[in-house]
Nanobody, 122 residues
Framework: QLQAYGGGLVQAGGSLRLSCAASGRTFSSSVMGWFRQAPGKEREFVAAINRSVGSTYYKDSVKGRFTISRDNAENTVYLQMNSLKPEDTAVYYC?????????????????WGQGTELTVSS
């Protein structure tokens, strides 16, 4: 199971950190990712991390603003979001992949959390 939390209402320019706790069958997943879905839009990739080696990959529009990290001892992955913009408003989902390759494709991820909502006000 994946449990995502930490969403909320933030003003533009502000910061927020999302967390995703992994348990059960997701415990051994080597790649964790964050996706988001804005109202009326399709789900899109945001960031991913290989929990074993720490390699990361980001959507271009969040590079330099968002940082994905992991705490393997706590089985938790984080998404630190800085300089937030109204266009970052979405429901954010964490996902886990049994494969060891970072992917931007949602179909590459086998487990999904329930989503946590972020609203960035202008």
């Amino acid at each position: 199971q994946l449990q995502a939390y930490g969403g909320g209402l933030v003003q533009a320019g502000g910061s927020l950190r999302l967390s995703c706790a992994a348990s059960g069958r997701t415990f051994s997943s080597s790649v964790m990712g964050w996706f988001r879905q804005a109202p009326g839009k399709e789900r899109e990739f945001v960031a991913a991390i290989n929990r074993s080696v720490g390699s990361t990959y980001y959507k271009d529009s969040v590079k330099g603003r968002f940082t994905i990290s992991r705490d393997n001892a706590e089985n938790t992955v984080y998404l630190q979001m800085n300089s937030l913009k109204p266009e970052d408003t979405a429901v954010y989902y964490c996902a886990a992949s049994a494969r060891g390759v970072l992917s931007v494709l949602s179909k590459a991820y086998h487990y999904w959390g329930q989503g946590t909502e972020l609203t960035v006000s202008s």
